[in-house]
């Protein structure tokens, strides 16, 4: 079927939302979403987003600028940075006159509290910048942004699958091509812009945070057309997921006061931040954990610590911690009032992805050339606010805050520019995709591809990282593509085929991985989330720039394109 | 250990009616339903069909029928159910394939209760003020992940037309919200032929929601708003 749109915008999490809510009633737009979109793992976000309304204490944007650009050892840009800090408030104070239900101080104003990595005054002690509602910062965003798309009578293609993009030869950007999952019909979406928000890709690794839906579709459907990604080599480990099921225990435990213990019931933290201690930025954290594990410190000498929240009185677990204490009595058994809890860092925030400008214009090279038409926000994009290392409650800001921005600007560029002729045949390329996975005949199976990918990397490619490993997972990754041609699925129907899905997904899975470990065998520094044992040093005279990986005839080619510093000048990381 | 599922399955292309399949899986204990469903489709027939995203009950994709009471999959223990578990899809509505109904109409009865924030007002420079006892009024209620676990669970909704717990629970929402300013249009919605009279009070609801929502409890304040406003 062929849709005329003068928007499409692919994904219905925060970043879509946000950015189809600029546009609604102002041109004729579509939301594509292969989840119904109050099902987007936006709404798994729990602790808080950031913004410095000062209202509990002292607090300025530009402190929050810092800490976004310390908190990503200074592989932040920091014109995006300057723009995330300030357009935060802003964003904030919308979202509450859009009715989201922020958790208030006394006198009416919104409350705020403490999280990993930021701080007063450029560094001296943690602050209260993060706004919430309980531990369901993200399940409100989701439903606020929703219910103002029914408002605003937004076009929703609910569980439709993008599968492709279409560019013309001279680079411009055409429309989307999507399968109706109910159906198995192929939609060509013919537009002038197109905003890619299709989120993370945490599935990549064996324990994640991420749902399963989280398959990096959008990054790897842009790869797969020949325009570059950015930094993929830093993804997030979050310190505290709970113990083999990866399930997100929020950083707001320990805003709260929470405290990571050792087997040996030590605040091992005081080791390693001696500073902002438990609240040290994820990055430090989930390593100082694997250190204690290491050193035999886990607790009965297994891979595993406690996350302490037994010394919190337990209103404060049973109101402001509401859902992270049903998880634990839901998975665990455990009653987080009297048991600490088993954690490990779980694969959490992918800091890589589509490289974007402040606008959201998706830019090709190091001179940040934008595709006409098209855009990118949230997870899936890199403008890059996070650098190596994103903090906490910064991606919510960043959705909301870029989401909005890149939908402003697709407005004007809708309004100003006239639709451009689709290529011939624009849906070949998913057809074909489909109907061989349909019909394909091997002895492969695609739950087994996946697993050994996600345990593959995470062995290899995870906080720890080293050059002999790392190509071993190249390795290992030449063979599971090659597996991958061999597949074969259970499901031939039209209908609803998840199996059909799933392979499509492992596909994705493929080129996030093989992008990240590029990535990271070419980067021989540590920094961020990105930590070589081989090169532990941060290396700023060689590898202070955001790396650019692109798929060509030949291979992967790695280029590099400079940091933009505005304010902040490198400087040693401590906290 | 191992368990026995017992599956409604269905494919439209195919069936003509539904017919059970029984599989046997190796699982863990604290394993979810969910885990044990993926077990059957990844390794066993991947035709099985269901929705699952979050998988750990915040996303409202998994709501089935789990030995006769509609739980999320995700958010349910095999310890806490034994070797044998029939599972079936949501009552009262469409079954699109095996495990995956179709919601529309659901969505359909939310839409109508106008679930945003009306308030023509033109809004302050900075936030609107709540106190923490009005924000507390819709904590319950705010919670809601529409997984349509309450209304498929409702007797009233199998059998008539009518908005359902879960609409009226997002009806609530912003009935009860201080900032809102549209009180009676919200009471005319609820208040009408196809409204909160409708239920029964038989509390299935609140039994089947998997956030802890008390749902009938948030229907009867609703009734007595509307008696309040009519006197
Ligand atoms: C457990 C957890 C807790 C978190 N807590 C916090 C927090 O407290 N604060 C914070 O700032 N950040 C937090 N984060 C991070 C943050 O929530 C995410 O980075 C953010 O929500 C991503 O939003 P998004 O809009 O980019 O994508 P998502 O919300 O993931 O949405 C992706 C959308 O894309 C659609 N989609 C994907 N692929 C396709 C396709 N092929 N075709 C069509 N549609 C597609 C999906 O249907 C979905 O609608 C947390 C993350 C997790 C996992
Ligand atoms: S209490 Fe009302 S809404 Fe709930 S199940 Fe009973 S009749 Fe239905
Ligand atoms: S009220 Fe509870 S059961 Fe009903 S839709 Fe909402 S979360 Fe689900
Ligand atoms: S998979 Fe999200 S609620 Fe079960």
């Known amino acids: ?575 | 250990m191992q368990v026995t599922l017992r599956i409604q399955r269905f494919n439209p292309e195919t069936d003509t009616k539904p017919h059970y399949q029984e599989y046997t899986v190796e699982v863990e204990p604290t394993d979810r339903v969910l885990d044990a469903l993926n077990q059957v489709k990844w390794y066993q027939d991947g035709s099985l069909t269901y929705r699952r995203s979050c998988a750990h009950g915040i996303c409202g994709s998994d709501a089935m029928r789990i030995n006769g009471r509609n739980r999320l999959a995700c958010k349910v223990l095999i310890k806490d159910l034994g070797p044998k578990i029939t599972i079936e899809p949501l009552l009262g509505f469409k079954v699109i394939k095996d495990l995956v109904v179709d919601l529309e109409p659901f969505f359909a009865q939310y839409r109508t209760v106008m679930p945003y924030l009306i308030n023509d007002e033109p809004p302050p420079t900075r936030e609107r003020l709540q106190t923490p006892e009005e924000r507390e009024l819709i904590e319950d209620t705010s919670k809601c992940i529409l997984c349509a676990c309450c209304t498929s669970a409702c007797p009233i909704f199998w059998t008539t037309e009518w908005l359902g717990p879960a609409a009226i629970v997002n009806g609530h929402r912003f009935l009860f919200d201080s900032r809102d300013r549209a009180t009676e249009e919200r009471l005319a919605v609820l208040n009408q032929r196809f409204g909160v009279w409708r239920c029964r009070t038989i509390f299935n609801c609140t039994e089947a929601c998997p956030r802890g929502i008390q749902v009938t409890h948030a229907i009867e304040q609703v009734k007595r708003r509307i008696l309040f406003e009519q006197s």
């Open chain 1, 1 to 575: 079927m062929y849709h005329r749109f003068d928007a499409v915008i692919v994904g219905a999490g925060g970043a879509g939302l946000m950015a189809a809510a600029q546009l609604a009633g102002k041109c004729n737009v579509a939301v594509i979403t292969k989840l119904y979109p109050v099902r987007s793992h936006t709404g798994a976000a729990q602790g808080g987003i950031a913004a410095a309304l000062a209202n509990v204490e002292e607090d300025h944007w530009i402190w929050h600028m810092f800490d976004t650009v310390k908190g990503g050892d200074y592989l932040v840009d920091q014109d995006a940075a300057e723009v995330l800090a300030r357009e935060a408030i802003d964003a904030i104070i919308e979202l509450e006159h859009w009715g989201f239900p922020f958790n208030r101080l006394p006198d009416g104003r919104i409350d705020q509290r403490r999280f990993g990595g930021h701080t007063r005054n450029f560094g001296e002690a943690p602050v209260r910048r993060s706004c919430y509602a309980a531990d369901r910062t993200g399940h409100m965003i989701l439903q606020t942004l929703y219910q103002q798309s029914i408002k605003n009578q937004v076009v929703f293609f609910d569980e439709f699958m993008m599968l492709d993009l279409l560019l013309t030869d001279d680079g411009v950007c055409t429309g989307v091509v999507a399968l109706d999952v109910e159906t198995g019909e192929f939609h060509v979406f013919h537009a002038k812009a197109v905003l890619l928000a299709t989120g993370g890709y945490g599935r990549v690794f064996k324990v994640t945070s991420n749902a399963l839906s989280l398959t990096g579709d959008g990054v790897a459907i842009v790869f797969r057309r020949g325009l570059p990604l950015e930094d993929m080599e830093f993804y997030q480990f979050h310190p505290t997921g709970i113990y083999k099921l990866g399930i997100l225990l929020s950083e707001a435990c320990r805003g709260e006061g929470g405290i990571l213990r050792n087997g040996l019931g030590e605040r091992f933290m005081e080791r390693y931040a001696p500073t902002l201690l438990d609240l040290a930025p994820r990055d430090v954290v989930s390593r100082s954990i694997y250190h204690e594990i290491r050193e035999g410190r886990g607790v009965e000498g297994k891979d595993y610590v406690y996350l302490d929240l037994t010394h919190l009185p337990k209103e404060v677990i049973e109101t402001k911690l509401a859902d992270n204490t049903d998880f634990v009595r839901t998975y665990l058994g455990l009653d987080p009032v009297v048991d600490p809890i088993p954690i490990q860092p779980t694969a959490h925030y992918a800091m890589g992805g589509i490289p974007t400008d402040v606008d959201g214009r998706v830019t090709v090279d190091a001179q940040n050339t934008p595709v006409p038409g098209l855009y990118a926000a949230g997870e899936c994009a890199c403008v890059s606010v996070h650098g190596a290392n994103r903090l906490g409650t910064n991606s919510l800001v960043d959705l909301v805050v870029f989401g909005r921005r890149a939908g402003k600007h697709m407005l004007q560029f809708v309004q100003e520019n006239d639709l451009h002729p689709l290529p011939k045949e624009p849906d070949y390329r998913a057809r074909a995709e489909v109907e061989w996975i349909l019909e394909n005949e091997g002895q492969e199976k695609v739950a087994t591809i996946r697993a050994e990918l996600q345990e593959a990397m995470m062995a290899d490619a995870s906080v720890f990282r080293t050059g002999d490993g790392l190509r071993r997972m190249q390795d290992k990754l030449v063979e599971l593509r090659n597996r991958f041609t061999r597949i074969t699925i259970d499901d031939r129907s039209r209908t609803f085929n998840t199996d059909l899905v799933e392979a499509i997904e492992l596909g994705y899975l493929l080129d996030c991985a093989e992008a990240i470990v590029a990535c990271a065998l070419a980067r021989e520094e540590s920094r961020g989330a990105h930590y070589r044992e081989d090169f532990p040093q941060r290396d700023d005279a060689n590898w202070l720039k955001h790396t650019l990986v692109t798929r060509t005839s030949g291979g992967l080619e790695l280029s590099y394109k400079p940091v933009i510093i505005t304010r902040f000048q490198p400087k040693e990381r401590t906290y």
